[in-house]
């Protein structure tokens, strides 16, 4: 009964007045970011972060935290009216798209509205009962155990975002590099400043972030020129009892499923749904509707969605590694406020962490009601045209990178890495793996340093202690694992085509 | 040139290079006493490693073609570099306008009228900012 006990403590935190606005804001700014192109919920997080700066510690992670699973509401909504993908909704596109296209937009709107309740639900449950536990776990954990869990993290991350193991491991390298520049901590040295005094105290997180994320997504939307044209049909919201009874078990399923995919390394909203998705096409009851437009589809996905979304909070919480790159983020703001997540942070502040798994509660109820009596008024955002929008996005990213040291200069740095995002993302690399690596860059180095002094410099104990041994050993599987996998296929491709194609010599000289 | 795999990989061996090199300049010391050179040499040589084998495996893969537009990105950059020096050496408001302007660019279809509106919501809001949240934008 200890749960209940802090959980009561936590209302009472997160019911006061002050609270529960940010956390109306946290969930209202969530769900229009879930809904707009070209701001994601890490460029969202990164824009507020230096806004934060005045707010008490308390409120303001419970309001960035409503952005993050408020963005995961309303992402669904775009992708089940206009078949819109985000970064996280891909699966909503099939079912809940096919849905509209039969006239039955309303009871897909209601679906994964009350199925993302219930997945929420479910994973505060698992959370509650959780991350204390996990926490006192953390306390065995060694500098090698912490340097091995996170390359398995960065492993994780990088095929889960990438698909592709190297170019997500290079990010994570060339975000790790970037996170060294600035005043090396433990000799003081100066490090890549290249004698600029602006970079002795390192590269700006949200100037990485917002250059990568904010600016390389609006030019992308920018060359796109994509033309949206806004949902004017006619929304039913209310569905029969049949129909309510078979979002039941599809949520409940997708609710266990994403709140398990959510703790594990890299894993986090996308994996969780597409995983969702594919039990429900094995185990639910009306398995041969799936894909063709029913309540499963879109159910279990939303669910597990929302599931992962507030469980991917139990490794940051409870042993202080983020898992993705969002949290990473979470974790910024964290320690922007003076706090160290970890195992010390629930018990040496309760308040905050109790208070903020009750606002998660709450800002469930919020977005319920946001999503699902109030969605028709969120459609007519889609009328804002793009042209009105990109100039306003870049002011908030121009602001947003000055407030943090009130610097002009720092504007030139954002621009630099919109320029390094661009680059990438032409390039076809997420840029999710770098922004990881960039936060936790500085920990893995100086988790490795001590690791190394504690052992006298041999490689030794991170084979031989049970944590880090068996860490270790899951990526060097799954290395072989890729290497296998990338052998079998040139084999079988080389041996179906003899003559490589040549590339015609177009595009070459667009610059 | 012409090939994204290739230049994935060139891209990377060059970032590689940029900091092992520069590592090299700072003390490596040894494993057990790490110097701040160790770290980035390591992660960087990992990195050329890894710059490598992308340009070897492009070799075996089908060529895809980098497809870079710099027009959008050269204007959204402009914008944001003008905003920033005009902020300075006039004030945020001028910032804006300009920003606006120069950024309409790249839209579909250019409008004064409408940069004119968004101007004014944008200058409404920055008020907003500095007066509401405490922010200290150099707006005048």
Redesign the interface.
């Known amino acids: 009964m200890d749960v209940l006990h802090n959980l009561a403590f936590g209302f009472e935190h997160a019911l006061t007045l002050q609270n529960l606005m940010f956390c109306a804001i946290g969930c209202t700014v969530g769900t229009l970011v879930g809904l707009l192109p070209g701001l994601g919920p890490l460029a969202t997080i990164s824009l507020l972060l230096p806004?934060t700066y005045?707010i008490p510690t308390g409120g303001a992670l419970i309001m960035l935290a409503g952005i993050y699973y408020g963005a995961q509401y309303g992402d669904s909504v775009s992708a089940i009216t206009m078949k819109i993908p985000h970064a996280s909704s891909i699966v909503a596109c099939i079912d809940g798209y096919q849905m509209t296209l039969k006239g039955k937009t309303g009871l897909a709107l209601f679906t994964a509205g009350v199925s993302s309740f219930i997945g929420g639900t479910v994973a505060i449950v698992v959370l509650s009962f959780l991350a204390p536990s996990l926490g006192e776990v953390a306390f065995l954990f060694g500098p090698a155990d912490y340097c091995a869990l996170m390359l398995v993290g960065f492993v994780c991350v990088s095929f889960v975002t990438t698909g592709s193991l190297?170019?997500g491991?290079?990010m994570c390298?060339?975000g790790?590099?970037l996170g060294?520049i600035g005043t090396?901590v433990?000799?003081g040295?100066q490090?890549?400043t290249m004698d600029m005094p602006f970079l002795a105290d390192g590269v700006g997180l949200v100037s990485v972030a917002l250059g990568c994320f904010g600016?390389a997504e609006?030019?992308k939307n920018?060359?796109n020129?994509e033309?949206r044209s806004p949902f004017n049909g006619k929304i039913h919201l209310i569905p029969t009892w049949a129909e309510f009874k078979r979002i039941i078990p599809s949520a409940l399923r997708g609710s266990a499923i994403g709140s398990f995919l959510g703790i594990l390394p890299g894993g986090g909203p996308v994996i969780a749904q597409f995983a969702a998705y594919a039990v429900d096409k094995k185990l639910s009851k009306y398995k041969h509707e799936i894909g063709t437009g029913a309540i499963e589809g879109v159910a279990g996905q939303a669910a597990a969605d929302e599931a992962a979304a507030r469980t991917s909070f139990i490794p940051l919480m409870s042993i202080g590694i983020p898992e993705n790159a969002v949290m990473a983020l979470m974790m910024a703001a964290f320690i922007i406020k003076g706090i160290q997540p970890g195992p010390n942070m629930i018990s040496g502040h309760p308040d905050l962490f109790w208070g903020l798994v009750a606002s998660m509660w709450i800002g469930n109820c919020f977005l319920l009601i946001l999503n699902v009596p109030l969605v028709r008024y969120w459609l007519s955002v889609f009328k804002i045209p793009?042209?009105?929008l990109?100039?306003?996005i870049?002011?908030f990213?121009?602001?947003g990178t000055?407030?943090v040291n009130?610097n002009?200069?720092d504007?030139?740095i954002?621009?630099t890495f919109?320029?390094m995002g661009?680059?990438f993302m032409?390039?076809?690399?997420d840029a999710a793996p770098l922004l990881l690596g960039f936060i936790l860059g500085p920990m893995l180095?100086e988790n490795?340093?001590r690791a190394?002094?504690l052992?006298?410099?041999?490689?030794i104990p991170f084979l031989t202690r049970p944590i880090s041994g068996t860490l270790i050993g899951l990526i060097g599987l799954f290395i072989a694992w890729q290497l296998i996998a990338f052998v079998l296929q040139?084999r079988k491709?080389?041996a179906s085509r003899r003559i490589?194609?040549i590339?015609p010599?177009?595009?070459?000289a667009?610059? | 040139?012409?090939?994204?795999n290739l230049?994935?990989g060139l891209?990377?061996i060059a970032?590689?290079l940029v900091?092992g090199l520069?590592?090299l300049r700072?003390?490596l010391g040894?494993?057990?006493?790490?110097?701040?050179?160790l770290?980035?040499f390591m992660?960087?040589s990992?990195?050329l490693l890894?710059?490598v084998?992308?340009v070897v495996?492009a070799q075996?893969?089908?060529?895809v073609?980098?497809?870079?537009?710099?027009r959008?990105?050269a204007i959204?950059?402009t914008?944001?570099?003008g905003?920033?020096l005009i902020?300075?050496f006039v004030n945020m408001i001028a910032g804006?306008v300009f920003?606006?302007f120069f950024?309409?660019w790249?839209?579909?279809?250019y409008s004064v009228v409408?940069?004119l509106k968004?101007c004014a919501?944008?200058i409404a809001?920055?008020f907003a900012?500095q007066k509401l949240?405490?922010?200290?934008?150099p707006l005048y």
Request: glycine fraction near 6%.
């Open positions: 806004l005045s190297l170019n491991i290079a390298m060339v790790v590099l060294t090396d433990t000799s040295a490090r890549f600016i609006i030019t920018l060359d020129h033309d793009y042209n009105v990109f100039p306003a870049l002011f990213c121009c602001v000055y407030s009130n002009l200069d504007i030139f954002t621009a919109g320029l661009y680059v032409r390039l076809e690399m180095e490795f340093r190394m002094l052992s006298r410099g041999s490689f040139t491709a080389s490589p194609p590339a010599e177009v595009g070459v667009k610059e | 040139m012409n090939d994204r230049v994935r891209v990377l970032i590689s900091f520069q590592s700072y003390s040894d494993f057990s006493h790490a110097g701040p050179g770290f980035p992660v960087s990992l990195l890894v710059g084998t992308m495996r075996f893969v089908e060529r073609h980098p497809d870079f537009k710099f959008n990105i959204v950059l914008s944001l570099c905003f920033a902020s300075r804006i920003m606006v950024a309409s790249a839209a579909t279809s409408r940069n968004i919501g944008l809001i920055a900012f949240l405490g922010l200290s934008l």
